[in-house]
């Protein structure tokens, strides 16, 4: 009797194993193919100084573009946001990453065709600060939210990163944070 109820045991225990393990994959795969970034979707930032004498705000251009062969539905919201990084004193690495509203219903005047050789572009303000090392690590991400499945279109949603971009700032310590 008690070989039979561990039998029993086991098997509905590797039933709920291959079931998590299912929902893992699907979750994985669904999520994987919503961050895959079209062939040739680039960001490229470009800070107005790349050196700072004291605290504050720097304008950063940017500029999304299609370099690949085939036009890309994106949405436009939310866009571009920013983050940076910086080394500390101790080797640690610390950094302040970019933040997105929350989604929204969208119209179809969100959504646009990249057709290859198009960008769209634009500016935003980045406050910067001192930091142990004396500079800090700029980065871009650009956040395409929806498919605009509604409008019958099949935008790219995903989110595509641009190199980062070495910027002087005034050498202060940190380690009190």
Same mark, same amino acid.
């Given at each position: 009797?008690?070989?039979?109820?561990?039998?029993? &045991?086991? +098997?509905?225990?590797?039933?709920?194993?291959?079931?998590?393990?299912?929902?893992?994959?699907?979750?994985?795969?669904?999520?994987?193919?919503?961050?895959?970034?079209?062939?040739?979707?680039?960001?490229?930032?470009?800070?107005?100084?790349?050196?700072?004498?004291?605290?504050?705000?720097?304008?950063?251009?940017?500029?999304?573009?299609? &370099?690949?062969?085939?036009?890309?539905?994106?949405?436009?919201?939310?866009?571009?946001?920013?983050?940076?990084?910086?080394?500390?004193?101790?080797?640690?690495?610390?950094?302040?990453?970019?933040?997105?509203?929350?989604?929204?219903?969208?119209? &179809?005047?969100?959504?646009?065709?990249?057709?290859?050789?198009?960008?769209?572009?634009?500016?935003?303000?980045?406050?910067?600060?001192?930091?142990?090392?004396?500079?800090?690590?700029?980065?871009?991400?650009?956040?395409?939210?929806?498919?605009?499945?509604?409008?019958?279109?099949?935008?790219? +949603?995903? &989110?595509?990163?641009?190199?980062?971009? +070495?910027?002087?700032?005034?050498?202060?310590?940190?380690?009190?944070?």
């Amino acid at each position: 009797m008690s070989i039979m109820l561990f039998r029993q &045991r086991e +098997r509905a225990f590797t039933r709920c194993l291959l079931a998590v393990l299912l929902i893992v994959s699907v979750h994985a795969a669904v999520h994987a193919a919503d961050d895959d970034v079209p062939a040739g979707l680039t960001l490229t930032i470009k800070p107005e100084k790349l050196e700072l004498k004291e605290d504050g705000p720097i304008v950063v251009s940017w500029e999304l573009e299609n &370099r690949g062969s085939s036009p890309v539905y994106i949405c436009q919201w939310p866009g571009v946001a920013f983050g940076f990084g910086w080394d500390m004193g101790d080797g640690k690495t610390k950094g302040v990453e970019p933040g997105y509203p929350d989604s929204k219903a969208l119209e &179809r005047k969100y959504f646009i065709e990249l057709k290859p050789g198009e960008a769209v572009f634009g500016w935003s303000t980045v406050t910067l600060f001192g930091t142990d090392a004396g500079e800090v690590w700029l980065k871009g991400e650009y956040r395409s939210d929806q498919t605009g499945a509604e409008y019958g279109l099949k935008a790219w +949603r995903g &989110r595509v990163y641009s190199e980062g971009v +070495r910027v002087k700032v005034p050498k202060v310590s940190t380690e009190h944070e």
